[in-house]
């Protein structure tokens, strides 16, 4: 930080408050400006410091707000809008029905457990956050109105993986914690509504200045924070904290706020020091005296760029550092689902609902009464008209027919190919075998089923069939002896034989290959490098016409190339890793399998 900066946070600490006077202080601002700053995402349990700072927060809004909850698994048709069809089928044409997102118009929507809401309902609520409208085509309706809401998106993940998506809380300001880090003590006095309603009357009537936009962009770049939102809600926050005091110009106080309050909770990282600071050595830096200092503020008052960031570095999280792991396993996590729950398959009769489609009635297939009448409902008046003596009071053609579709997760087996051969002990097979013990305790935790096969001398051997038994899969892996040469067609093809029979058992198969790569051994038993090679790389492409994922660890002293062209032909992630042990080889592992699982 440099010299400036400092002096802009001890002018902040004569204003600090305590944890919950923040988080009260963010309910007055939301509830000044609701539409700009979009909302909040509050991290932690379900506990009564919670509910009562939303119940503050729905006292402040507007008398006859709306505040909508929305549940897990909603319907689009609930969500966005659609037909009505019980007014449809008696009017005999189209009927509106406005959805909850149209509902909450000028008010505010509560996402219980966030972390878990679907992405295409993530996706929705981005979009009428981007554009203030909500377009509906649907069933055949078109609708098109404008609806501005805030949304409070309650995380209540356990683990530091669960959290909310980067879609939804980058498009809300404000970020809290509650729990046992959280909130505590009494609630603080909070403004009157009348004295919100005054700062909404006074807020677009409040000046920036020119040089604030500069000044959050330069604080948002020096914290690590990609997205161009931070600093768009940091001056709308200032702003609203000017309205909020009634002042006709956003001050450096409220500049000073928007920081702490927006720029440091999305921090990536602490801010460098500069450079003349950074040269000079420990024993020539002086620390000057409180005297010293004032006297330098009051001849050298900090610029604004560099009060906003001192306001903003002073109020950076606790463990910034530990927290970038947990974001990057987070990306990782969006990217491609692990084999925690396996890969997500179509069913026509069990799972999680996902619509309907047009399809003939047959057996196996589930019938979607209200879908086909929805349909069904705009021509009932031209079909009455066709058949006016026709008995039934409604008219239902094949055409109209839907059926339910359901999609569920599928059981996950990690497929363990180990290479044992003489080059492979002779290198790090006990490093490997380390490595695929982890791997098998993490598969256990996510009770998937686990497999392991063995090639070395002439061939390939099934040392545990899939199995749910980590003591088994254990016993079988530490029996492995090691030496020989080494067959890689005949283990690769013996690894796709069991992901087939996995897959016709309606699993998800994940293969993870440990090699040297140095396939000196035909499939027949018969030595030569280069047919061996050949044979590998015609087998290996199975994997890639077949669409299995595989995960390929060159575990030799210097990646092979041959190692490269083998993942390559198999499709798989190629994982060069010369220089690990055991855990850092799992660890690998572990994040490559989350993308692998997910398929191309």
Known sequence: MSGRAAKGADALRTADTGVESIAYQV?????????????????????PKRDEWLEALRK????????????????????????????????????????????????????????????QVIARIAA?????????????????RATRFGVIALDEGITEDEQVAEALSDRLAFRLCFGP????????????????????????????????????????????????????????????????AGRMEVTREDAALAAQLILAPRARQVPEAPVEEQEQPPEQQQKPSDADT????????????????????????????????????????????????????RSAQRGRPIGARPAALRA?????????LRVAAPWQEYRRREKPHHAAVVHIRREDVRIRRYKQNSETTTIFLVDASGSAALHRLAEAKGAVELLLADCYVRRDRVAVIAFRGRGAEVLLEPTHS??????????????????????????????????????????????????????????????????????????RASGIAALLIDTAPRPQAFSRDLASAMGARYVPLPFADAARMSSAVRQAARVSASGP
């Open 294 to 345: 004032q006297q330098q503020q009051q001849q050298d008052p900090p610029s604004l760029e560099d009060l906003v960031l001192a306001a903003a570095q002073a109020s950076l999280p606790a463990g910034l550092l530990a927290g970038l792991g947990v974001a990057a396993r987070q990306m990782a996590r969006q990217a491609g689902s692990s084999g925690r729950s396996g890969m997500m398959r």
């Open 470 to 543: 980590l003591v088994r899969a254990k016993r079988s892996l530490a029996a492995l002896p090691g030496g020989g040469g080494t067959p890689l067609a005949a283990g690769i093809a013996a690894g796709y034989a069991m992901a087939e029979a996995s897959r016709k058992r309606g699993q998800t198969p994940v293969i993870v290959a440990l090699t040297d790569g140095r396939a000196n051994v035909t499939r027949d038993g018969l030595g030569g490098r280069a047919t061996a090679e050949s044979e590998a790389l015609d087998t290996a492409r199975l994997f």
């Open 27 to 47: 309910a007055a601002l939301l509830a000044v400006d609701p539409n700009g700053l979009a909302g909040a995402v509050l991290r932690g349990p379900a506990d």
């Open 364 to 372: 196996g297939l589930r019938f979607a009464l209200v879908e086909t």
């Open 60 to 119: 402040l809004l507007p008398t006859g707000a709306p505040w909508r909850r929305v549940p897990l698994g909603i319907a689009d048709s609930r969500l966005l809008g659609g037909l009505d069809l019980a007014a449809s089928l008696s009017a005999g044409r189209p009927i509106a029905q406005a959805g909850l997102l149209a509902e909450a118009d000028g008010g505010i929507i509560i996402l219980p457990m966030a972390e878990r809401v679907e992405s």
């Open 128 to 144: 009428v956050l981007d554009h203030g409208a909500l377009r509906v085509a649907r069933e055949g309706i078109t609708v098109a």
């Open 181 to 244: 880090a959280g909130l505590h003590g009494a609630v603080p006095v909070m403004p009157r509504r009348a004295e919100i309603e005054a700062a909404r009357l006074l807020l677009a009537q409040v000046k920036i200045p020119a040089d604030l936009p500069q000044a959050f962009c330069a604080a948002a770049l020096a914290l690590g924070i990609p997205s161009l939102r931070a600093p768009v809600f940091a001056m709308r926050c200032a702003r609203a904290a000017a309205a909020l």
